[in-house]
């Protein structure tokens, strides 16, 4: 699994909980998270400098 949740409920990537058969179908879930992690930090960044 590629999240882990934690006490807030918040969820995070977590790079150990990647399977070492690193196969095209793994780092495509690596990408997909990365991407969806990216996004999220644009967006709180844009709300920061509205603020």
């Known amino acids: 699994m590629l999240k882990k ?5 918040e969820l995070e ?3 150990l909980s990647l399977a070492r058969n690193r196969n095209v179908h793994t780092l495509k879930l690596y990408e997909d ?17 509205i603020n």
């Open 5 to 9: 949740s934690y006490v807030n409920w």
């Open 13 to 15: 990537f977590d790079p």
């Open 33 to 49: 998270q990365l991407q969806k992690l990216k996004d999220e930090l644009i967006e709180k960044s844009k709300i920061l400098r």
